[in-house]
């Protein structure tokens, strides 16, 4: 790819448009795409841009990520970028419009039809991230009442603006969803056979205040590749299809892992950030964290004589707090991942609750076992601290395992994400848990 992009860069150097346009229209739009953001010249990307077709141009812009729209958007005429708009999906085009400022949205809508206007605006006014907000209004409708070979002519007619025609949807007077019917069906059905007789009366359908991870989740579920949006009244208002959701599960899938390294989620590839903006992201966390930390600090100082009676203890304190911490972060990141997939309810609450009791009692006495082993053979301690040490091992990662997978369940039940639950939190809280208990058993069995 590197190479394409320095050959059409020397030829835009060379002003050889004619052979720039030739050698870029031949190759597929998302290669394209590919290419023109690995442009790093704006100017140079957009005289690329400029000399691709109409309907190419529009799929090409369709590809690219929503930062380097934005600034084509910017370098482009009001015209342009109106006839861009023009020719987008009404989705991929609500989407672009959602991210821009309210004054250069309108200039660009004044660029576009009155129909084109009405679709946009209807889009836009669905909450982020719902359904309504990623679905497409161009889907083709059909009547139950109509033959195969009427529905044929219908797509003939229609289907080429339409978005996908592999599904159409049957619909009754009051525009009401009824039924669906597949591509196939038209092909093995003859020409006089009725939509009514043919249809599947028992479609999935999503509703259009429905969050998109839901909308994910029955994608998956159903083992669909398009999925119809109803309103409350049950009427169709549009359709999701599976290139959007693989979006979406990007999308969610870099939000939770972002959250679950204690960074604010971004829509920016990482190389696209500035320094500032990363710094941005990342350090409202690490202030959090920071000064949650203090509590750790706070009980080490309260057992300060403990430690000065056997300094010995000290040399401990960090395998103890990173194997809870560690301990912790297994069983969150399990829990958030099952939560994520539906695999997890909170009606789950209590048999992962013994679960991980019983795991993290397997875990504890393996780790103790060992550990054991290594103080009085490699660190050659007495054997009363390498009890005090080994007890607190098993109690640290059995609270560690309970912490880990009760947090993020509690925080998905009162609406929080549960990812960010996810280590950085939990570890934070099971050193406190770590420290207060080795300090507790130490003074209990030394007598300190």
Not at 311 to 336: E, H, K, R, W, Y
């Amino acid at each position: 790819m590197n190479e394409e992009v320095n050959e059409l860069v020397e030829l835009i150097e060379k002003e050889d448009y004619k052979k720039l346009k030739n050698k870029i229209t031949d190759l597929n739009e998302a290669d394209i795409a590919e290419i023109l953001q690995d442009i790093e010249d704006e100017e140079k990307r957009i005289k690329v841009f400029r000399l691709l077709p109409k309907d190419l141009a529009a799929d090409t812009f369709a590809n690219l990520d929503s930062d380097v729209q934005q600034s084509f958007i910017k370098l482009l005429s009001m015209k342009e970028a109106g006839a861009i708009v023009e020719n987008l999906y009404v989705d991929d085009a609500a989407d672009l419009l959602d991210e821009m400022p309210a004054s250069m949205v309108t200039k660009i809508l004044a660029n576009t039809t009155p129909e084109t206007r009405k679709e946009i605006n209807y889009l836009l006014r669905y909450p982020d991230n719902s359904a309504g907000s990623i679905m497409n209004i161009d889907y083709l409708d059909l009547k139950a009442s109509l033959t195969v070979e009427q529905a044929i002519n219908k797509m003939r007619r229609e289907g080429k603006e339409k978005e996908t025609i592999n599904v159409c949807y049957v619909l009754d007077k009051k525009r009401q969803l009824i039924g669906y019917i597949e591509l196939r069906d038209f092909v093995f059905n003859s020409p006089d056979t009725l939509i009514e007789d043919i249809m599947n009366t028992n479609p999935v359908y999503v509703y259009t205040y429905e969050d998109q991870e839901e909308v994910a989740a029955k994608f998956s579920k159903y083992d669909v590749t398009v999925m119809p949006v109803v309103d409350r009244e049950d009427k169709l208002v549009g359709i999701i299809t599976v290139d959007d959701i693989v979006d979406i599960l990007e999308q969610e899938t870099t939000e939770d892992i972002e959250k679950m390294a204690a960074i604010s989620p971004t829509d920016k590839p990482y190389l696209r950030m500035t320094p500032f903006e990363t710094w941005k992201k990342r350090i409202p966390w690490l202030l959090l964290l920071m000064i949650s930390a203090t509590f750790t600090g706070k009980i080490i100082q309260h057992y300060e004589s403990a430690l000065a009676a056997y300094v010995v203890l000290t040399s401990f304190i960090p395998m103890l707090m990173d194997t809870g911490g560690n301990a912790g972060g297994q069983a969150s990141v399990t829990i958030i991942r099952g939560l994520s997939l539906n695999e997890i309810e909170y009606k789950d609450f209590f048999k992962i609750i013994g679960k991980e009791l019983t795991v993290s009692l397997m875990v504890g006495l393996t780790l103790a076992v060992a550990n054991f082993a290594k103080l009085l053979i490699i660190d050659q301690v007495s054997l009363v601290i390498a009890l005090v040490v080994c007890l607190s091992l098993i109690i640290t990662v059995i609270f560690a395992k309970l912490v880990g997978c009760t947090l993020p369940i509690l925080a998905k039940k009162v609406g929080f994400d549960p990812a960010v639950m996810a280590s950085p939190f939990i570890t934070t809280i099971v050193d406190a848990i770590s420290l207060f208990t080795y300090f507790n058993i130490a003074t209990l069995i030394l007598g300190i």
